[in-house]
T-cell receptor
Framework: AQSVTQLGSHVSVSEGALVLLRCNYSSSVPPYLFWYVQYPNQGLQLLLK??????LVKGINGFEAEFKKSETSFHLTKPSAHMSDAAEYFC????????????FGKGTMLLVSP | NAGVTQTPKFRVLKTGQSMTLLCAQDMNHEYMYWYRQDPGMGLRLIHY???????AKGEVPDGYNVSRLKKQNFLLGLESAAPSQTSVYFC??????????????FGSGTRLTVV
């Protein structure tokens, strides 16, 4: 079984501040991990993915995430927030075995103020 | 490439009506999925398919049926719509997990309102 917990349904930052969105997962086998972004009234766009290569993963728009097996975490960060980063972010996990399907966290809405 | 295409994009149904949502992918993916998205709930899996002619239940399958008669198409049906099925529906497809796995490709969604 697998599950995803995203801490904080809403995160507010000022423009230029560090963005940190937290994601913890549980999985009985080595996982693949993903972050998706959803802008208002749009579909889901892949930000970045971890598929058992480098533990520090760089994605689009300056985001990155680090896979920490000991902490079962895959937190998303960006050094300096931009107004255009305001969106909802979803962490997702899939087990690297069998007919596993992608399980999503409940999402974190990122609010960026001037 | 179009990727994953969902039709229709918007629909309003009356309680008890039926409808079919169509998902088409042109990436030759084996796996296809239907999710629903509700505020504060993230995305929840309704049904999925690991190949032509096969389907399986996800987390929230009640009230929905699916069919995968062709590899590129995955249909989601509502036989008797209920207000609780008001949601945004996303279709996705993927290759088989393994080396070079890229995760899911999502369609742009179908916003369904049941009144």
């Amino acid at each position: 079984a697998q599950s995803v917990t995203q801490l904080g349904s809403h995160v507010s930052v000022s423009e230029g501040a560090l963005v940190l969105l937290r994601c913890n997962y549980s999985s009985s086998v080595p996982p693949y991990l993903f972050w998706y972004v959803q802008y208002p009234n749009q579909g889901l766009q892949l930000l970045l993915k971890y598929t058992s290569a480098a533990t520090l993963v760089k994605g689009i728009n300056g985001f990155e995430a680090e896979f920490k097996k000991s902490e079962t975490s895959f937190h998303l960060t960006k050094p300096s927030a931009h107004m255009s980063d305001a969106a909802e972010y979803f962490c997702a996990v899939i087990m690297n075995s069998g007919y596993s399907t992608l399980t999503f966290g409940k999402g974190t809405m990122l609010l960026v103020s001037p | 490439n179009a990727g994953v295409t969902q039709t229709p994009k918007f629909r309003v149904l009356k309680t008890g009506q039926s409808m079919t949502l169509l998902c088409a992918q042109d990436m030759n993916h084996e796996y296809m999925y239907w999710y629903r998205q509700d505020p504060g709930m993230g995305l929840r899996l309704i049904h999925y398919s690991v190949g032509e002619g096969t389907t399986a239940k996800g987390e929230v399958p009640d009230g929905y049926n699916v069919s995968r008669l062709k590899k590129q198409n995955f249909l989601l049906g509502l036989e008797s719509a209920a207000p609780s099925q008001t949601s945004v529906y996303f279709c996705a497809s993927s290759s088989v997990p393994g080396q070079g796995y890229y995760g899911y490709t999502f369609g742009s969604g179908t916003r369904l309102t049941v009144v």
